[in-house]
């Protein structure tokens, strides 16, 4: 319930603040129109018949980043105007504040993933037609999310102020992006830069989303293991963020 | 018994500022009781322990019974606070800050909505109700924090200079509201204030902080019997003309330390030659253009400077308003 409240109320900041959904899209979208035709001839060198196609799911951890790092910067604005105090002295769990603006960071970039998707429909990319596969595609997607903004909650609260919460937040989220398999196959990277695409997280989910969409394929071991370990994840990012809220409170 | 009870309390922040130090104070259940002291005396750090936003660093602090640092969330349920900074979100219209507040306290819908028609129409706020928080004036938002923080029917209000930014009208208006939620409800109050008026007025208790310390504590009428003595007071027709005759009260009256404040000099009625007797003789004698002389007693701002204030008899000679 208070969970609900507190999304309920995060989903009205959102809506009131509706130039951060145009800003975050902004650089994803502008990925998929201009860098994707650009590098498209060259990618079919490759054998990648349609590069919108497959930079589609490193796009989506790339908006994940973008909304929930706005989600992140709700709380500097919460604690200008006050409302931040008001929350932590009134009868509401922690965990359901940092809960509730999770929530909705997810629910922004499930919402920008959309949005994605149907302008990347205008350059041929097919998605899965069953609602099945569709729906793992939005669980994989959430999934991603519910980590960036767990991630992006927590480092609201350790860093001082907007300005260097910004650099941080451009600091993880640029590396996460360009040492994953977002934007050429993991498999022609050699060396150190193999070592640390394999390392990343994210290569592994979108891997899942790319053999979702390119090939329709599900392999249910791969994607289990995805789907749990990035919730085994956004819940220990969740618990730090609910820590540090805590910790708010006990200076 | 006591509403809240706090024991040698100490809070000292990161940084090393020690905001309490050694704190005791104890509140009944019903009353309304404020906290008076100058900037940076510790008021705002002991609300914001009280309300469990910040720990203390030693001694122990209990809310109706609840240890504040042990069972926070059992305290908050019975608190409501408005702070010293304006707390709303600013994105919501006044009735969507309330809504959310209700639904935060878990106020059923109905029962939410009735209180909610209840605050906006004993705090004027009809013309305000759908406009955005962040369009209206600071007293309008000021009152909104205010009923707030009202809507829960909490056990103790804390208010934070709640008449801060606030006009005569609506200063009164919650006063009013304040008397009768005590009144209707049993709530203890807790306040903290610049507005000596407001202390007086308003308060079963009083209470004054110096440096993260009780200076005094007890009711209105009882700091005033404090300073046990009237004060002989001489009125000009401006302060220029007071501050320009002031030596030769001093040179008449050394003992009793006379002082300008507005057009008027004081001195302590007490010791000395400097009862109103000898206070009329001298003026005659001098022949001085003086508009009028009384005895004052001592106001709620007498006591608190005397409490607050250090080396309050070297600044009475040169201190004006």
Avoid at chain 2, 97 to 102: E, G, L, S, T, Y
Avoid at chain 2, 289 to 313: K, N, W
């Amino acid at each position: 319930m208070d969970t609900l409240t507190i999304f309920r109320r995060a989903v009205g900041w959102r809506f009131h603040n509706r130039i951060t959904i145009a800003v975050t899209l902004l650089q994803p979208v502008l990925w998929l129109v201009l860098y994707s035709l650009t590098a498209g001839p060259a990618m079919k060198l490759q054998g990648i018949e349609n590069y919108t196609a497959f930079l589609f799911p490193g796009l989506v951890v790339l908006v994940s980043f973008s909304a929930c790092g706005s989600g992140g910067m709700m709380n500097y604005m919460m604690k200008a105007d006050g409302s931040f105090y008001r929350i932590l002295t009134a009868p509401v769990r922690r965990g359901s504040i940092v809960l509730g603006q999770m929530l909705e960071a997810v629910l922004c970039s499930l919402f920008e993933v959309a949005v994605m998707a149907v302008i990347s429909l205008f350059f041929s990319v097919k998605f899965p037609q069953t609602p099945g596969r569709l729906a793992l595609l939005l669980v994989l997607a959430g999934c991603g999310a519910f980590l960036t903004a767990g991630l992006s909650y927590g480092i609201s609260l350790a860093l001082p102020n907007e300005m260097i919460y910004e650099t941080a937040m451009n600091a993880l989220a640029l590396p996460v992006f360009f040492l994953s398999a977002a934007l050429f196959p993991a498999s022609q990277a050699q060396g150190v830069l193999s070592i640390l695409i394999r390392l990343n997280p994210f290569t592994y989910l979108i891997g899942s989303m790319r053999a979702l969409m390119l090939r329709g394929e599900i392999h249910p071991r791969e994607t289990a293991a995805v789907i749990l370990g990035f919730l085994l994840l956004g819940v220990l990012a969740f618990r730090w963020s609910a820590g540090l809220l805590e910790k708010e409170t006990r200076r | 018994m006591d509403a809240i009870r706090v024991t040698h309390v100490t809070k000292q922040y990161p940084n090393g500022v020690l905001a309490l130090k050694g704190l005791s104070l104890s509140v009944q259940t019903g009353e309304i009781f404020s906290l008076l002291g100058q900037n940076g005396a510790g008021k705002s750090t002991l609300i914001r322990i009280l309300t469990t936003y910040l720990r203390p660093t030693s001694g122990e602090v209990t809310v109706l019974g609840r240890d504040v640092v042990r069972e926070g969330a059992a305290v908050r349920s019975r608190i409501a606070c408005a702070a010293q900074q304006v707390s709303l979100d600013s994105h919501l219209s006044l009735a969507e800050n309330m809504r959310f507040q209700a639904r935060l306290y878990r106020i059923p819908k109905e029962e939410g909505k009735r209180r909610m028609e209840e605050l906006i129409s004993a705090f004027g706020l009809e013309e305000f109700r759908n406009r955005p928080a962040a369009a209206c004036s600071g007293g309008v938002k000021r009152r909104l924090d205010i009923a707030l923080a009202i809507l829960s029917h909490p056990g103790i209000l804390f208010l934070d200079e709640p008449s801060a930014g606030m006009d005569v009208r609506s200063r009164l208006t919650m006063w009013e509201m304040l008397k009768q939620i005590r009144k209707e409800f049993g709530t203890t109050i807790l306040l903290t204030t610049h507005d000596l008026e407001e202390a007086g007025c308003l308060s079963d208790t009083v209470c004054i902080i110096k440096d993260g310390r009780e200076a005094a504590q007890g009711s209105p009428e009882a700091l005033k019997s404090v300073l046990r003595r009237d004060m002989v007071c001489v009125q000009f027709s401006s302060g220029d003309e007071a501050r320009r005759y002031l030596p030769l009260f001093l040179e008449e009256f050394p003992q009793n330390k006379p002082f300008v404040r507005d057009r008027e000099i004081f001195w302590n009625a007490a010791g000395g030659d400097g009862g109103i007797g000898p206070a009329a003789a001298f003026l005659l004698r001098q022949r001085l253009p003086f508009v009028g002389v009384r005895i004052a007693r001592p106001s709620m701002e007498d006591v608190f400077l005397r409490l607050t204030q250090e080396e309050m008899r070297e600044e009475e000679t040169t201190w004006t308003r």
